[in-house]
C-alpha cells in the first residue's frame, strides 16, 4: 500500500477542540503524552476542529518530539477566516465549544488548498504535513476533483506533504476518487463497522485493487459499540438508536461475551480484518480514554467470534 506508515492505531483529537465540551486546562496537555505512551505515533486532526483550537493544542503537544517519529494528517476544504460578526458566541452549534472567532468558509479549490495548509502548517507549527485529507466534498465532488486534488498532486511532488487522500462518511465518493486520481489514503468513517459494512461493497475491493490504504474511523458509530452492553441512550451516527440498531447491537454483544470478550474490542479489531484497512483512528477526550483505546487493540479475540458472528448473520464474510 501507499503512504505513510501510520501504524495500526491513531489519535484521532477533535476533543482538543473542545468537542461537545470544553477540555481542561489542565487535562488537555496529558492525552498527547498518553497516546505517545501507549506507542500511537499517528495522530489525524483538521482545521474544523475546534476552529483551528485542535490543530494549535496538537502543534504544542507535539513540539520538541522527533518529527521523524510521528505522522499527522490534518484536512483541507473548510478554510477558517476571521467572523466579522463575532459578538462573544461559541462555535457549540458546531460541536464544539470554543468561541466563535473565526468562521469556516467551504473551498475546495486549488486557492482553498493552499490558503488552508498555509493556516494548518502555522497552527500546528510543522514545516510539512505527512498526509493531507479533503474534508467531506459530499457536494463538492466535482469540485474537490477538478481543484482540490491537482494541487494536492503538486504539493505532494514537491515534498511539502508526503502523501494525500480524503476523508468521509460515505464510500461512494471515496470509491470514485479511488478510481480517478493519484491518491494514497483514504479515511471512511462510520462505514466499515460492526454495524453498517457498506463500505465492503464498493471501497474496499477498489482501494485493495489500487494499492490505497483505508483508514477506519468512527468505528464505534458514535458511541453505540463503545461499551459492553449497547444502550437506548447512546448515539448512533449522531443520531437516536433505532429499535432494530439497538437490537443488532446487542446480538452483537451477546457473542462477544459468551467468547469472553468485549464489544468495543471487537469494533475497534474489525476493521483490520480487511486486508485494505491499514489502520483505525479512535478518538478521546482523557488520558484514561486513550490508554484504554490503545488497550483494545491488545487483546486476542478468538477467531470462532467472528465465524459465529457470521454465522448468526451480523457480519458479511470478507471477500
Not at 21 to 42: M, N, S, T
Not at 206 to 224: K, P
Amino acid at each position: 500500500m501507499t503512504g505513510p506508515d501510520l501504524g495500526r492505531l491513531g489519535y484521532g483529537v477533535a476533543a482538543l477542540g473542545n468537542l461537545y465540551e470544553a477540555v481542561p486546562d489542565e487535562l488537555w496537555p496529558q492525552c498527547v503524552p498518553a497516546a505517545w505512551d501507549a506507542g500511537i505515533r499517528y495522530f489525524d486532526v483538521a482545521p474544523h476542529y475546534g476552529l483551528g483550537l485542535a490543530e494549535e493544542r496538537l502543534g504544542e503537544a507535539l513540539a520538541g518530539r522527533p518529527r521523524d517519529e510521528f505522522v499527522v494528517s490534518t484536512k483541507v476544504g473548510r478554510l477558517l477566516e476571521p467572523n466579522p460578526g463575532y459578538a462573544g458566541e461559541t462555535d457549540i452549534q458546531n460541536l464544539f465549544d470554543v468561541p466563535a472567532t473565526r468562521r469556516r468558509v467551504l473551498d475546495y479549490s486549488r486557492d482553498g488548498v493552499l490558503r488552508s495548509l498555509e493556516g494548518s502548517l502555522e497552527r500546528l507549527g510543522l514545516d510539512r504535513i505527512d498526509l493531507l485529507l479533503v474534508h467531506d466534498p459530499d457536494d463538492h465532488v466535482e469540485e474537490a476533483l477538478e481543484g482540490a486534488f491537482p494541487a494536492l498532486d503538486e504539493l505532494r511532488s514537491q515534498g511539502v506533504i508526503g502523501a494525500y487522500g480524503a476523508g468521509m462518511n460515505q464510500s461512494a465518493a471515496l470509491t470514485r476518487f479511488v478510481r480517478e486520481t493519484d491518491l494514497d489514503v483514504v479515511m471512511l468513517a462510520g462505514r466499515y463497522t460492526l454495524l453498517d459494512q457498506s463500505g465492503a461493497t464498493d471501497l474496499l475491493p477498489a482501494a485493495l485493487e489500487r494499492g490505497v490504504a483505508v483508514i477506519a474511523a468512527a468505528v464505534f458509530n458514535s458511541g453505540l459499540l463503545a461499551t459492553d452492553r449497547p444502550s437506548a441512550s447512546a448515539h448512533f451516527d449522531y443520531g437516536a438508536v433505532p429499535a432494530a440498531v439497538l437490537e443488532r447491537a446487542s446480538r452483537l454483544a451477546d457473542v462477544a461475551e459468551r467468547h469472553g470478550v468485549r464489544l468495543p474490542e471487537l469494533a475497534a479489531q474489525f476493521p483490520l480484518r480487511h486486508p485494505a484497512v491499514s489502520t483505525v483512528v479512535l478518538g478521546a477526550a482523557t488520558p484514561a480514554q486513550i490508554t484504554a483505546n490503545a488497550a483494545l487493540l491488545a487483546v486476542p479475540v478468538p477467531e470462532g467470534v467472528w465465524a459465529e458472528l457470521e454465522q448468526e448473520g451480523l457480519l458479511e464474510p470478507i471477500l
